[in-house]
């Protein structure tokens, strides 16, 4: 079965500074997805960054980035020049190629401090 | 982008009652819609999958009878919570995939709190 850990349940980082959030997984899968969602006090989900397998490239998305390493079966995400508004659960998420379900792992609470 | 929409945001009822949450995917068509429910400080657990008109398919110990699933358009998914015991309170949440191409993320609702007295 396809498991997701995120061994962090909190973490805090100081307005401005850098911070990443470390997510594991475990599947016997080639092709798959892996997805940041980032869930505020408001409690909507919503996408942070998405990663396919298949490609070697880190993907960005201005503030955001992954450290995808496919042999460790690592996705960790880094959040630069964090911001107030940054503070939230976040859920790393794994979906296999066609497939419908999406696996969550347990969620990371990031603070941040003014 | 892809906005999904759920409603009520917030529903308190006294124990017996049957409540209905819509999930409804307003600028795209959402072949398949996901129901969630989340307890505090946790993940999102999935309940079930819903494909658009056929039966739901439901993850292992979740009642069928008593979460109603129901897909019946294109941008409609809904989850009727029979006969609610305050047990039943908690967060739900549903999302949505767009049809086409398979690397298509899902798209979530704002949830709903569901509150059994």
Redesign the interface.
């Known amino acids: 079965a396809q498991t997701v850990t995120q061994s962090q349940p909190e973490m805090s980082v100081q307005e401005a500074e850098t911070v990443t959030l470390s997510c594991t997984y475990d599947t016997s899968e080639s092709d798959y997805y892996l997805f940041w969602y980032k869930q505020p006090p408001s409690r909507q989900m919503i996408l942070v960054i998405r990663q396919e397998a298949y490609k070697q490239q880190n993907a960005t998305e201005n503030r955001f980035s992954v450290n995808f390493q496919k042999a460790a079966k690592s996705f960790s995400l880094k959040i630069s020049d964090s911001q107030l508004g940054d503070a939230a659960m976040y859920f790393c998420a794994y979906r296999i190629q066609g497939a419908q379900k999406l696996v969550f792992g347990q969620g990371t609470r990031l603070t941040i401090n003014p | 982008g892809a906005v999904v929409s759920q409603h009520p945001s917030r529903v308190i009822c006294k124990s017996g009652t049957s409540v209905k949450i819509e999930c409804r995917s307003l600028d795209f068509q959402a072949t398949?819609m996901?129901w969630y429910r989340q307890f505090p400080k946790?993940?999102?657990m999935?309940m079930a999958?819903s494909n658009e008109g056929s039966k739901a398919t439901y993850e292992q110990g979740v009642e069928k009878d008593k979460f109603l699933i129901n897909h019946a358009s294109l941008t409609l998914s809904t989850l009727t919570v029979t006969s609610a015991h305050p047990e039943d309170s908690s967060?739900y949440?549903c999302?949505a995939?767009g049809t086409g191409l398979?690397?298509q993320?899902?798209?979530?609702?704002?949830?709903t709190?569901l509150s059994i007295l």
């Not at chain 2, 993320?105 to 949830?111: E, K, L, S, V, Y």
Request: charged content about 15%; glycine content about 10%.
């Open positions: 398949t996901f946790q993940s999102l999935l999958t967060f949440i999302s995939r398979t690397n993320p899902q798209h979530f609702g704002d949830g709190r």
